[in-house]
């Protein structure tokens, strides 16, 4: 529960910094958006900003936040699941006396947290995608004459009328490859670094108090 918590409000705040960056990034991927942004972050900025003032940097927050608490959570458990299922199979085992072999499932082995964070990315990338069209569609808006914005349920109604549901899933091959990868070797790194703080050299400096105990 605490975890939950403290992961919910990481995403919440992480969102509301990250929110107008990937704004402006969007902007920039675009096609012709030198013409209509012109060159450079503090170009596109500025240009995001005359068009629909402070509120076009966060006409996205709402359905970004929807999208990463539930994700994340879904992503952690789906990490946690998948590396106590495949670590039996992949995970580095020592023969003992009696000629069986020990499966040390505890210990670093960048095979099973590889396989494990692929699989939370490419689950959490799919489950994602729907709403990700939304929050993109949001991000790359052009305001209409009066300067409103179109909010993220106007957007995902006029999606579904003219691409049907179809429309929602636009992107998701692209998303997965990209995201699984990455989660794979960021959850190999961070691994690493829990191991190699561990090591008698730290001590108990980087211990929890569970983790301290057990020592």
């Not at 939950?4 to 096609?31: C, E, F, N, W, Y």
């Not at 936040?65 to 199979?89: D, G, I, W």
């Not at 040390?104 to 729907?130: E, I, K, L, R, Y």
């Not at 991000?139 to 349920?153: I, K, R």
Request: neutral net charge.
């Amino acid at each position: 529960g605490a975890d939950m918590a403290a992961g919910a409000t990481a995403t919440v705040i992480h969102d509301l910094v990250s929110t107008p960056v990937d704004v402006v990034k969007q902007r920039m991927q675009l096609r012709g958006s030198q013409a209509l942004y012109g060159h450079g972050i503090a170009a596109c900025a500025g240009s995001v900003l005359r068009e629909g003032g402070v509120r076009a940097f966060f006409i996205s927050y709402p359905t970004t936040v929807s999208m990463n608490v539930p994700v994340f959570a879904a992503y952690f458990a789906t990490y946690e699941r998948v590396k106590k299922l495949v670590a039996p199979h992949l995970a580095f085992s020592t023969r003992r006396p009696d000629g069986t072999l020990e499966i040390d499932v505890d210990t670093f082995s960048p095979q099973v947290h590889s396989v494990a964070g692929a699989a939370a990315g490419s689950m959490a990338a799919a489950c994602s995608n729907p709403i990700d069209v939304v929050k993109t569609r949001l991000q790359t808006q052009v305001p209409a004459a009066d300067g409103s914005l179109a909010g993220p349920a106007h957007v995902a109604r006029a999606l579904l009328t003219a691409e049907g549901p179809r429309g929602f899933l636009k992107g998701i091959t692209a998303r997965v490859v990209y995201q699984a990868p990455g989660a794979a070797v960021c959850w190999v790194a961070y691994e690493y670094c829990k191991h190699l703080l561990a090591l008698p050299l730290f001590g108990n400096t980087f211990l929890d108090d569970d983790e301290d105990s057990d020592q």
